[in-house]
């Protein structure tokens, strides 16, 4: 079963966010979905707790995950669940290169802006020795977060241009700016359970999300079917 680490060591990057909708997403599609809450704030773990088991056994979250439990919670949650997704600390912690080693794909959320992208090419540094030093390579991608639906800002497109120059896979799917998903942590619902009339634009929050998730799941397609195996241009992308 796959394990996906969300990982930035910058804080507030957008990981616990990303953590929510590919886990609630791949949830409703039936998948068996463990979350790993190693975030000190304890987001997607206080969420739960209101969400009235909203998403049923589909979806399990432990919280408290640390240095001296992750091994025997990656071993648990590998035999029952379809897949196991990380939220890690936005910060510097030995907890990053042991989830990365249990990782079979690494998403990186980067904000627009030069300082989110110095904490993402941490992880990318760590990433790019693992497969030149050890010749382990973790499959990983870049997602971009905060984006304003309507404008491509310089600062995006000075992050876009870094990445491009390091070789570093971005995801076609932008994480868009919505107060969905802000909202979404406050209330205990899904997207699905919010009332849209007390939310601006939740379809189109449902149809980033969904995407998001599907792309996530075509980056791994031995464990989400054939059909789901890259396009070549997204290949000659990866680094
Ligand atoms: N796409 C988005 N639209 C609207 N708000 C967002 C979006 N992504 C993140 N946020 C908001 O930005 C803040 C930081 O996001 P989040 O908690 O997901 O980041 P993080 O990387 O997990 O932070 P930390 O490093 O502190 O754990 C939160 O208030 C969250 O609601
Ligand atoms: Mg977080």
């Known amino acids: 079963m796959p ?3 969300f990982a930035n060591t910058k804080g507030g990057a957008g990981k616990t966010t990303a953590v929510l909708l590919v886990a609630t997403e791949l949830a409703r599609m039936g998948h068996k979905v463990a979350v790993l809450d190693a ?3 304890h987001w997607i773990t206080r969420w739960h707790d209101s969400s009235d088991n909203v998403c049923g056994d589909r979806l ?9 439990t992750i091994d025997r919670h990656i071993a648990e949650e590998r035999s029952r669940a379809d897949v196991v997704l990380i939220d890690l600390p936005g910060a510097r912690s030995p907890l990053l290169a042991k989830a990365i080693g249990y990782s079979n794909y690494v998403l990186i959320p980067v904000q627009g802006s030069a300082m989110d992208a110095q904490g993402g090419a941490h992880v990318i540094e760590l990433l790019q020795y693992l497969e030149v030093k050890a010749n382990i390579r973790i499959p990983h991608s870049v997602v971009l977060t905060r984006v304003n639906s309507m404008v491509t ?7 876009k241009g870094l990445l491009a120059s390091r070789r570093v896979h971005v ?8 107060s969905a998903y802000r909202d979404v942590f406050g209330c205990g619902k899904t997207l699905y359970t919010m009332d849209p009339r007390s939310v601006s634009n939740l379809e189109k929050a449902q149809e980033n999300a969904q995407a998001l998730a599907g792309e996530v799941m075509r980056q791994l397609p031995s464990y989400f079917g054939q059909s789901t ?9 990866v680094a």
């Open 3 to 5: 394990v996906i680490t």
């Open 39 to 41: 975030d000190p704030q």
């Open 153 to 159: 800002t310089r600062a995006l497109l000075a992050v």
């Open 229 to 237: 195996v890259r396009t070549s241009q997204q290949l000659k992308n």
């Open 60 to 68: 399990s979250v432990t919280s408290y995950v640390t240095m001296g």
């Open 171 to 178: 995801l076609d799917t932008p994480i868009i700016e919505r």
